[in-house]
């Protein structure tokens, strides 16, 4: 975990929330009248609204995670979960505007520099697991099995052709002489800079790449390209298997499938493994009950509804530290 030192609230902003895989940037559904107005009974009901944005990777998990809350946790507290991608939502965060930024990479030098100068407090909390899945179109039978480096040849510019005009048998002999079509999330997106920091080594995206801000539009993409390959987070894969193929990758022993049961910083997919984070404002924390209480369901919670939501989850030992930390937090 980072932590930021100095402190300003990040004022939430009430709005309820949707189903995953919409199209709106945030999102809702009211409580239902079964629901608790507090878990934490013998103490006083936490109302109020709290605010995130950020990682449209974590979106589906972190949005779960809040439905359930106003559902059957406290129905006083309406949770706003937009999507603006990572890169986005921090630089929100940065300036007060939310009291969490979900994110699919860490918190970068930059970014702890601008909130120090804006006096905000923050504390990054690793929420969940996710692999990085390199997606086709579902018919195709002939990429389904690929070396790192052959991932690494499609993607990145120049690497095979100056004109970036690659084909398949040009990755393969064996394999068709068509087009290859890259696809991905854009610059927005912690998933973007994830892969071409740590994935390709910093190196230029292919000419022509098919960048979008929404998961559901490139799921689309892929899905109607005979010739497409992308990438993004495990989960939007196993919601849409109808719709996607899927590479096993050698990472050097052997082909991996990604799955929940290898999606793991020491497990068998490794290298296309990294940990998701949610970034909490610790002045709103201390402010606003509800941000903490919901801050404390997070960790609560995500061991179950990570699987639900195509990630792996963190140890529980782990989850429980963390929501030790934020039980910690005086009001």
């Known amino acids: 975990m980072k932590k930021v030192g100095l402190s300003v609230f ?46 449209g990777t974590v979106y589906p998990l972190m949005s779960r995670i809040a439905e359930e809350y106003m559902v059957n946790e406290n129905q006083e507290v309406s949770v706003e979960v937009s999507r603006a991608g990572t890169s986005a939502g921090m630089q929100r965060y940065v300036q007060g505007e939310t009291d969490f930024a979900n994110a699919s990479r860490e918190v970068r030098d930059e970014e702890i520099e601008e909130m120090e100068a804006n006096g905000i407090e923050s504390q990054e909390f690793p929420v969940a697991l996710d692999g990085m899945t390199i997606v086709l179109h579902p018919d195709n039978d002939w990429a389904t099995e690929m070396t790192v480096e052959e991932v690494e ?39 973007y800079e994830f892969f071409v920091d740590e994935l390709i080594d910093e190196q230029d995206l292919k000419e022509g790449t098919n960048l979008q ?29 109808d719709h996607l193929g899927v590479v096993s990758i050698d990472f050097g022993e052997g082909h991996v499938t990604p799955s929940l049961d290898n999606i793991d910083l020491e497990g068998d997919y490794a290298p296309y493994t990294r940990q998701v984070f949610t970034n909490l404002n610790m002045d709103a924390a201390r402010e606003n009950p509800a941000v903490k209480d919901f801050a404390r369901y997070i960790f609560e919670a995500a061991g179950d509804m990570a699987p639900e939501t195509g990630f792996a989850p963190l140890p529980d030992e782990e989850l429980e530290q963390y929501k030790e930390e934020i039980e910690a937090i005086e009001n």
């Open 213 to 241: 801000q929404e998961y559901p539009t490139l799921v689309e993409l892929v899905n109607d390209d005979e010739n497409a390959i992308g990438f993004f987070g495990f989960g939007y894969y196993e919601n849409n298997t």
């Open 153 to 191: 040849s499609i993607f990145v510019s120049g690497a095979v052709k100056d004109d970036d005009n690659v084909l398949w048998s040009d990755i393969n002999p064996e394999w068709p002489e068509e087009e290859i079509n890259t696809y991905g999330p854009n610059e927005n997106h912690g998933t």
């Open 10 to 55: 990040a004022i939430g902003s009430a709005a309820v929330l949707a189903a995953c895989g919409g199209n709106e940037e945030a999102s809702g559904t009211n409580a239902g009248e079964n629901g608790q107005n507090n878990a934490n009974s013998g103490e006083e009901a936490v109302s109020g609204a709290v605010s995130i944005d950020g990682s």
